[in-house]
Every structure is written in structure tokens, then in C-alpha cells.
């Protein structure tokens, strides 16, 4: 008997014009009916109905004033989705592509993910659909501004600490967390990926792409296998995808394509991450510049043929959804032996289901990609304390956070029947301690 798919189907008529939450929420409870048959007490508190339902969603109005002295309206939003085990963290997303069916599946997805790194926070999720493309400073300080005006009635330290996601980077962060001190009068650790110079952490920046390699690393050597000599495909060019890139070099492999939302470079001599970084960090401009740095490199038009570069390593680190049945079908037949999903999501299910099949090694978002959110909440510790770690204390930190993680979920796939499956490991495991922290909380919770 399938005791959630009852559940499944309410949260679809309930929320009809949501496709990413959908999509989410059912991934999540197909994984957890061998934990329901265990845990009748938690069906019958209602734990799985109100893991779906965030705790509270909030939308708002943004006006803000472009350099023309025109008046602009944006939406903004924050979805603090479950504070069972800590304060509400998740990142801040800036990108036209924001609706609440989006915020609402990253804050869902962020409840698990937090729950893995084994920290005490909890899951949010929040943003706006204001393009920064194209903005000059002084445009994105006005927004940012007003934004944070709004927000700021609704987060602290000790309840909700943002940070960046795709479009928010330290200028935003900074941005932000200057307009939050004005209005609150108090220096907090209430933003997190903020500056060094006023309590960010090092390694913050790195987190992300740094923490999925020791993830996929993990996976790798539990087939004996490693990132050296590896050919290694990696779409995006933001943090996630920079970082990563540098550790996987690091680590020995041949990173030979990165991308944009315009369309992907291909450097079978290895991407040169110096000049990535001075494209994408430093002047802000498109990764098709590349090219007049690198002249044997090639430019692509469109973002799906990347997966069509043979590989044995493939790092979505983009956004959601971007490889589908035909891209995995197509990693699949160029040799890939795994997958590891750095952005949020960037799989469809018809393309997990390929990944599985092939029993090639696949590692799901939210384990892979938890290495950002877990640098985050060492940002709140030093921040809490006054003080400052190294790199190295913080890097060492990661790393041991995301070892951890690998074998959380792949201890829990194996005890619970889904042997090898991390996909369905990592959405055990993350939701386990949720669940058993709201049943001791009470039902009123």
C-alpha cells in the first residue's frame, strides 16, 4: 500500500500552478514510504502533511527608482519553510525567473539539506524577480535597499538568517546588510557570505563548489575511483561552478567546459580559471568572452549541448531542471560514470531515472550541494562567538561536514532497502531528524 500518495496528490490540487514544488514534493515522499511503514506515530501526528505546508510565506511589494528617475515594481519573497531544528536559513535568489512556486520548492529542498549537514538550522528560502543584468551599481543598492526594508521585519539572528543564491553575490549581500544595520541599529550575523571586513567567513565564497568535489570525491572512492585524469563537464560560471572547477582541478581532473543562460565554452586543453574569473568576478561579462582569450576554445550558442561533450564527470551547476531524459541519455552513451548536482535541482525526474537505471554514480542536490549552506552556518558561529577562523580550520570543517553527509545518506539508502540509491538516502536521512524534532515539539507545532 503507497500510504503517501494520497498525500502527493492533495499537495498537487492544493497547489496547482506550482510545477517546481510539485515536482519536489513528490521526489521527496517516494522515498520516505519504508519510513512511514515504521513511523505510523508520525502519520498519525500529521508529520507528513505539515512538512509540506511551509510555516509561513511571505510576499511583498519592491519599488524601487532606476538612473533615469523612473519608478520600478518588483516582487519580493521569503517562505520560511520549517524551523523544527533551528533558525530559518536559505539563500536570497535575484532573477526574473522567481515565482513562489520556486522559492517554495528551494525552501523545501533547503529543510533536508540543512537538516544533513547535521547543524542546527532550519529551511527558507527567499528572492526577487529584478534582473540585476544590466544594472549599474547604484540600481542594484537602490533595490537591494528597498528590498531589505521589507524583509527586515521578518528575519534575525535568532530566526532567520539569509544569504546569496544566483543573482546575489557579496555587492548584494553588502548592500543588504548595510540597509538592515540602519533600520535595526544592531551589528548581527542576521546575512550571512557577507564581506571579510565586516564578519564573512573565509572560504565562504568556495563552499559551495569546494564541498560538492569532497562529496563527489566521497562517492568516487567508495568505487575506488578518484578525479584524477577524469574528464570533468561543468555548466554555469557563477560560484558554485568557478569553485568547483578549481577544486576538481585540484584534486587531478580536466575541467573542459563551463557555461552561461547564453551558451557554453569548450576547452579540451582545460578551461584556464584565471581568465573565468576575471570574465565572469572581475568584469561581470559573458562566458563567451572566453574565447578571445582563448582562441582554440569554442563557443556554443544554447546551454543543453554541453551534455553532449564527452565526459566522465558531470557537474550541473546552473539551475533546475537543465538536463532532461535526452541530456542524461546522452552523458550515458559518451561514458559518464557520475553525476553530481551542484545546483538546485538541475536534474528532471525522467533524467534521475536514467542516472539510476545506468547505475552510474549519482549524487542528489540537496547532499551535494549542502556544502555552501553548512560554510553559512559556520559564518553564524564565528559571527556569534566575535571571532574568526582560518581557511584552513574552515576548509577542514567542510570537508569533514561533507564526508559526513556522503555517508549519512549512503547508510541510511542501505538501511532502509534503497541500497546505492543516494538520491533516496539523502531524502531519508534529512528528513528523519526534521521529522523527529516536530514530534517532540508537539503537534500544536
Known amino acids: 500500500m503507497n500510504l503517501l500518495s494520497s498525500l502527493t496528490q492533495h499537495v498537487i490540487e492544493k497547489n496547482p500552478n506550482e510545477p517546481e514544488f510539485q515536482q519536489a514534493v513528490k521526489e521527496m515522499l517516494e522515498s520516505l514510504e519504508p519510513v512511514a511503514e515504521l ?3 508520525w502519520i498519525d501526528a500529521g508529520i507528513f502533511d505539515r512538512i509540506v505546508e511551509p510555516e509561513r510565506q511571505i510576499i511583498f511589494r519592491v519599488s524601487w527608482i532606476d538612473d533615469n528617475g523612473v519608478v520600478n515594481v518588483n516582487r519580493g ?4 519553510f520549517n524551523s523544527a531544528i533551528g533558525p530559518y536559513k536559505g539563500g536570497l535568489r535575484l532573477h526574473p525567473s522567481v515565482n513562489l512556486s520556486i522559492i517554495k520548492f528551494l525552501g523545501f529542498e533547503q529543510t533536508f539539506k540543512n537538516s544533513l549537514t547535521g547543524l542546527p538550522i532550519g529551511g527558507a528560502k527567499g528572492g526577487s524577480d529584478f534582473n540585476p543584468k544590466g544594472k549599474s551599481d547604484r540600481e542594484i543598492m537602490r533595490f537591494c535597499q528597498s528590498f531589505m526594508t521589507e524583509l527586515s521585519k521578518h528575519i534575525g ?7 546569496g543564491d544566483i543573482g546575489v553575490g557579496g555587492r548584494e549581500i553588502g548592500f543588504m546588510y548595510g540597509q538592515y544595520k540602519r533600520l535595526r541599529n544592531e551589528f548581527t550575523g542576521v ?11 573565509l572560504a565562504r565564497t568556495e563552499a559551495t563548489g569546494y564541498g560538492m568535489c569532497y562529496f563527489v570525491e566521497e562517492m568516487l572512492k567508495a568505487t575506488e575511483n578518484s578525479f584524477k585524469d577524469k574528464t570533468v563537464v561543468i555548466s554555469g560560471s557563477g560560484n558554485v561552478a568557478i569553485y568547483g572547477a578549481e577544486k576538481a582541478i585540484q584534486l587531478g581532473a580536466n575541467v573542459v567546459a563551463l557555461s552561461d543562460s547564453d551558451g557554453y565554452i569548450y576547452d579540451p586543453a582545460g578551461i584556464k580559471l584565471d581568465t573565468v574569473k576575471k570574465i565572469k568576478e572581475v568584469n ?3 562566458i563567451s568572452e572566453y574565447v578571445k582569450y582563448h582562441p582554440t576554445s569554442k563557443y556554443h550558442k544554447g546551454c543543453s549541448g554541453i551534455w553532449t561533450i564527452k565526459c566522465d564527470i558531470a557537474l550541473p551547476c546552473a539551475t533546475q531542471n537543465e538536463i532532461n531524459e535526452s541530456s542524461a541519455n546522452a552523458l550515458i552513451s559518451n561514458g559518464c560514470i557520475a553525476v553530481g548536482e551542484g545546483a538546485n535541482m538541475p536534474s528532471t525526474p525522467e533524467a534521475i531515472n536514467v542516472f539510476l537505471k545506468s547505475k552510474i ?8 550541494n549542502a556544502g555552501g549552506v553548512a560554510t553559512s552556518a559556520l559564518e553564524m558561529s564565528q559571527n556569534s562567538i566575535r571571532y574568526s577562523w582560518t581557511f584552513e580550520e574552515v576548509d577542514n570543517k567542510l570537508k569533514a561536514i ?3 553527509i556522503y555517508m549519512k545518506t549512503s547508510n541510511a539508502a542501505k538501511e532502509y532497502g534503497f541500497e546505492g540509491n543516494l538520491l533516496a538516502g539523502a ?5 528523519i531528524k526534521v521529522a523527529d524534532a516536530m514530534y517532540s515539539e508537539g503537534i500544536a507545532y
Open 39 to 41: 513511523h505510523p506515530e
Open 77 to 80: 519573497f521569503r517562505v520560511q
Open 157 to 163: 539572528a535568532d530566526t532567520d538568517v539569509p544569504a
Open 191 to 201: 546575512l550571512t557570505g557577507k564581506g571579510l571586513s565586516y564578519g564573512g567567513s
Open 284 to 286: 561581470r561579462q559573458r
Open 361 to 368: 554514480l549519482f549524487g542528489p542536490a540537496k547532499a551535494v
Open 402 to 404: 561533507m564526508s559526513d
Open 427 to 431: 531524502n531519508i536521512a534529512g528528513f
